[in-house]
């Protein structure tokens, strides 16, 4: 009776969720739908119609349903409506001064950091937008000292910036995404730059939010104490969801063996928060509605600590309508703590659909309420608790799933077992972690044994993920439908579906099988799809016939493929990544030789996602003057892949079919700073019978000039087109006949620049650019080069 009872709430939250949704695309009338709502009411008013309670009972649904889809239209039409207002875009192409308030921590690439802000004056006229800056940062000092987590650009940090740059949102990249779309659904309608000298730092915001940043503040302290990267920056991450200093290396990791789930504060975070306080409540006497009482604020609090992420706002609100029930003595279900936050979070902004958080947050719940339960008794085999915990995993893996694969073009294939040999540490870290937050107010001595111990079950949780990600076949990589795709279904048929159907009978998988003769009806079933993937499954692509050297076109970095067939495959940098699906598309599926320029993250980020995935034999690496962590980190990864790896102290020599590569040390000569890690890098020389192809990384001219390089047909352009990169007498020595310039069709660096565009026009040099023409191929099959591009101009 109470389930027929909660059916029409469930329902008309749906449709009022649907309705929030439906107005991003389409806005249909509300007067519409509510006057087609009042006739779906008219067979009540109709006595004979009335007689036959199911034509009534369903013309009322219907009518809830259209309410309820005109109220979500039209609440979610004005929402978008006053997201789409914008103070800022007007002043696209000017300087402006702003002031603003920081609201998360900034996120850092080599000397730049991004600033997430909400702008409250432009030229001394008051807005209220969100908005983010670029600000380059003169050294390490400063960078160190504004990314200060406790004491630097934290939340609620007021700022005054002069001369600010506002541009336009980037227009969408050449693989596909839009940022400027991503951008305007979080309500920002510019993109800011601005000088750090042109910074004044006004204090900090007061008031309540005031306050939570203080807290915030404390607690990351607290969370600190004792502990060095990359432990504390992970509890950091488990118990306030900071993800800003998270090691790339690592983080991919743990995406890559399923763990990557610890770093989102969820539900088990507000149950904690609720428990712990709770006990100390009752340990002080205070009574059971009192003690709801003071968790709504406590968990509300919380939420704004853990800086109100999609996926703690969901548990947040979920959380708050257990409590509420509670309080009045209602039960609840599981419907309602999915379609309450929902439609919460979606009346705030319905463009929350498309954040990636919301979207696993709300999969993951669903896969729990819908499949645990089955799943774990589907386990039924595992001893004790890891039954439980091997069906919850699986059950989040598997709702999961389409979300990671159309998001990040991957899903780990060794979450279940990763979580059962490290899922144990999770829930003592968490309150590890949340006491030495709460007793760090009292005493700051007292955060750091409780921070030892649970540091010690990180570094444990660390070695699991490592090890899991290293595996072979880790993940699964999208690439369209595969006969890996298809085997993989199978395999999860046969895991879950077989088990599941031997619980039903109360007999084990063996015994299930071979009874009454089910063994080759279940080898018939599954040979049947197994004959059909492999007839109607595509083949994978297949690599080039001829030797060739392609630029891929992986956006504001740097990769290019050298291919011999039959003799090898040769990658030098690795772009910003992602990078395995133009390798997949190329038909790449061992790299026999990896060569790295230098450590810059456009250079080598796509080198965390093809390390175990593809096999790699040789890695050479530069050897700068000073030890570089970075490149350190990267030779620590692929050895610990089982790849070897030299440094290029000297020239030298490999042979690839007709393809002879010559790598050279560059050496800085006076540049500083960023331009030295640039200048202190390998340079990659292609030497065929059809011509040759330099390829210089980002060493520019200056340390170029002393390698005495041969003249060559094609040219990489150094740093990505940047002015110093070319110089007249350099173009002369080296005589190419095209330029190529790897290049992100928006960046913020300006490249390439108008000076070496103009080096280049006035040598008569042509130029292509992988922003424009995308992946850009030298065909060194023939008496000369042959060059193809992906997108004709």
């Not at 007498?729 to 913020?748: C, F, H, M, R, W």
Request: hydrophobic share 50%.
């Amino acid at each position: 009776m109470r389930r027929l009872l909660l059916l029409p709430i469930h329902v008309a939250l749906a449709a009022y969720c649907a309705g929030l949704c439906l107005a991003i695309w389409a806005r249909p009338s509300p007067l519409t739908l509510l006057v087609a709502a009042g006739l779906c009411c008219l067979p009540v008013a109709v006595p004979r119609l009335r007689g036959a309670g199911w034509v009534g009972g369903v013309g009322l649904v219907v009518a809830v349903v259209l309410v309820m889809l005109a109220a979500g239209s039209l609440v979610g039409g004005a929402r978008l409506d006053s997201l789409s207002r914008s103070d800022l875009a007007p002043l696209t192409g000017s300087r402006a001064d702003i002031e603003a308030t920081v609201v998360d921590l900034p996120k850092v690439k080599e000397l730049r950091i991004t600033l997430l802000l909400q702008v409250t004056a432009v030229d001394g006229t008051a807005v209220d937008e969100p908005a983010r800056i670029g600000l380059d940062l003169p050294d390490q000092e400063t960078l160190a000292r504004v990314t200060d987590p406790c004491r630097g650009l934290t939340e609620g940090t007021r700022l005054r910036i002069g001369r600010v740059r506002v541009r336009p949102l980037p227009e969408p990249a050449a693989d596909g995404f839009d940022y400027g779309r991503y951008l305007r659904r979080r309500g920002e309608h510019v993109l800011l730059s601005g000088d750090w000298d042109q910074v004044t730092l006004v204090g900090r915001r007061g008031g309540f939010a005031g306050f939570t940043d203080g807290l915030r503040r404390r607690a990351r302290a607290s969370l600190r104490r004792g502990l060095a990267p990359p432990v504390r920056e992970i509890l950091q991450g488990m118990v306030l969801g900071d993800s800003e200093g998270f090691d790339q290396v690592l983080a991919e990791d743990f995406r890559r063996s399923g763990l990557m789930h610890i770093m989102a504060v969820s539900g088990e975070n507000v149950v904690l928060v609720c428990a712990l306080l709770g006990a100390l409540l009752r340990t002080l006497g205070v009574g059971r509605r009192g003690r709801l009482l003071l968790l709504l604020p406590a968990v509300a609090v919380y939420v704004l600590l853990a800086g109100a992420d999609p996926s703690i706002v969901r548990a947040g609100i979920a959380g708050g309508v257990v409590l509420l029930a509670g309080l009045l003595a209602r039960p609840t279900d599981a419907p309602l703590l999915v379609f309450i936050p929902a439609s919460v979070m979606l009346t705030l902004s319905p463009n929350t659909l498309f954040d990636v958080s919301f979207q696993l947050s709300f999969a993951a719940v669903l896969g729990l309420f819908v499949l645990a339960g089955r799943l774990t008794r589907s386990f039924g085999w595992l001893p004790g608790p890891l039954r439980e915990q091997a069906g919850v995993t699986t059950a989040a893996s598997l709702a999961t799933a389409p979300v990671s694969l159309a998001t990040f073009g991957q899903v780990s294939l060794v979450a279940v077992p990763a979580n059962l040999v490290g899922g144990f540490v999770l829930g003592p870290v968490m309150l590890l972690g949340m006491l030495s937050v709460g007793l760090g107010f009292v005493s700051s001595a007292i955060s750091v044994p409780l921070n030892v111990v649970a540091g010690v079950l990180i570094a444990f949780l660390v070695q699991v993920a490592r090890l899991f990600a290293a595996m072979p076949g880790a993940t699964y990589a999208w690439h369209g439908i595969t006969l890996g795709f298809v085997f993989s279904l199978l395999l999860l048929a046969a895991v879950v579906v077989l088990p599941w159907l031997a619980a039903r009978r109360q007999l084990g998988v063996v015994r299930y099988i071979f009874a009454a003769g089910r063994a080759p009806v279940v080898a018939l079933l599954l040979a049947v799809p197994v004959a059909l993937a492999l007839i109607l499954t595509p083949s994978a692509p297949a690599g080039p016939t001829v030797p060739t050297v392609t630029f891929l076109d992986v956006g504001q970095g740097t990769a290019v493929l050298v291919q011999a067939p039959g003799s090898g495959t040769v990658l030098v940098d690795t772009g910003p990544g992602p990078i395995a699906d133009d390798l997949w598309r190329h038909g790449v599926r061992r790299i026999e030789l990896l060569v790295i320029s230098h450590s810059h993250d456009d250079h080598i980020g796509g080198l965390t996602e093809i390390i175990g995935e593809i096999p790699i034999d040789l890695a050479v690496l530069p050897r700068p003057p000073t030890t570089d962590p970075a490149l350190e980190g990267v030779a620590q990864r692929l050895r610990a892949a089982g790849v070897r790896v030299v440094r290029c102290t000297e020239p030298r020599m490999c042979s690839f079919g007709p393809l002879t590569l010559h790598m050279t040390h560059a050496w800085a000569v006076s540049s500083t700073g960023n331009q030295a890690e640039n200048d202190n890098g390998v340079v990659v020389f292609v030497e065929s019978p059809a011509g040759s192809v330099l390829l210089p990384g980002d060493a520019e001219a200056e340390a170029l000039a002393p390698l005495g390089l041969p003249a060559c047909d094609v040219i990489a352009a150094p740093h990505h087109g940047s002015a110093g990169g070319f110089t007249p007498g350099l173009l002369t020595a080296l005589d190419p006949d095209l330029a190529v310039i790897p290049v992100g069709a928006d960046n913020s660096h300006g490249h390439p620049d108008a000076e070496t565009l103009a080096l280049a026009a006035d040598a008569g040099l042509p130029v292509l650019r992988t922003d424009r023409h995308g992946d850009i191929t030298v065909n060194l099959d023939g008496a000369e080069p042959a060059v193809s591009v992906e997108k004709p101009e």
